[in-house]
């Protein structure tokens, strides 16, 4: 059974996301503060739903010390709406996705579904192409979940992984950020392209050797990116 933390002060709210979690077989876990989830928080959950305005401790603060402490867990950043810098601070923070308030049962089910399908990813698929995928100065160890420069390990949350992964399997070809946005975080996400600019951006700082003059990922303007793994 996957496990959910949900972190928000508002206990209606709280209430509203729980009952409609349980009711699909999540097991959940509360929290009314940033300090309760970052107790609460260890090994066993898969995913953290965590609203950004809290007394005390920000949901920003408890998604940064999540994703430090645990980079392989699922997290979503609860937002007001309207709030543009929120989601784009969440997401630079290490949040997968964001849901902007007010929000459907339907809509929060299905984030974390595409969620959680990501992450329990066994790359089935991929037995038959091999584990690696090689591009450039780049090596993608499927099995393990690892990405390598130089033979080198750079850590990537779970949603830089498969973006990578996608980029490198489409090497040297302009991709629309609809594509990406269909194949990395599935079909009918409801959202915008700031999410893929951001996590391209969050990903260029990890492998770029010069993040402000980016070779491995080019922007394609007015259209999406491109991969270049030789950096060429």
Partial sequence: MTKILVLEDEASIRSFIVV???????????????????EKLDNTVSVALLDVMLPGISGFEVCKRTREQYPGLGIIMLTAKGQEENKIEGLELGADDYIVKPFSPKELLARINALVRRLNTSDKSDEAGGNQIVSGKFVILQDERKLLKDGKEIELTPIEFTLVKYFMENANKAVH???ILNNVWGYNYVGDFKIVDVNIRRIRQKIEDDPSNPKYIEKVWGYG??????GE
């Fill in 177 to 179: 950020r609809d594509e």
């Fill in 20 to 38: 409609n979690l349980k009711r699909h077989d999540f097991e959940v876990v509360e929290a009314a503060s940033g300090e309760e989830a970052l």
């Fill in 225 to 230: 990116y491109r991969w270049w793994g030789g």
